[in-house]
Nanobody, 119 residues
């Protein structure tokens, strides 16, 4: 079992920056080697992929809509993953979820972090 606790988010204006954080803990140490990622969801739509990062932090992936504006990073010593969101747009608003799991599967999810962006 892995638990994820997210923080950050809030209200921002278009063009502003926000930083999301998520700390993982687990009953076994294997979770420390899992990829970590961020998804977001808006009412009425499916949860969509935002970014992911490999276990060692050297491999990152982004959705086309955030590439160049968002940066994902991780601190393995803290079992944490971060999402630096720059140049926010109203369409970036939603509930953001951190996630982790064995490669190829997102098994565990955080509680969701609200991000609101006003134009």
């Amino acid at each position: 079992q892995v638990w994820l606790v997210g923080s950050g988010g809030g209200l921002a204006q278009a063009g502003d920056s926000l930083r999301l954080s998520c700390v993982a803990s687990g009953s076994e140490d294997s979770y420390r080697t899992y990829p970590m990622g961020w998804f977001r969801q808006v009412p009425g739509k499916d949860r969509e992929f935002v970014a992911s990062i490999g276990s060692r932090g050297s491999v990152q992936s982004y959705s086309a809509s955030v590439r160049g504006r968002f940066t994902i990073s991780r601190d393995s010593a803290k079992s944490a993953v971060y999402l630096e969101m720059n140049d926010l747009k109203p369409e970036d608003a939603g509930v953001y979820y951190c996630t982790t799991g064995v490669p190829g599967r997102w098994d565990y999810w955080g509680q969701g972090i609200q991000v609101t962006v006003s134009s």
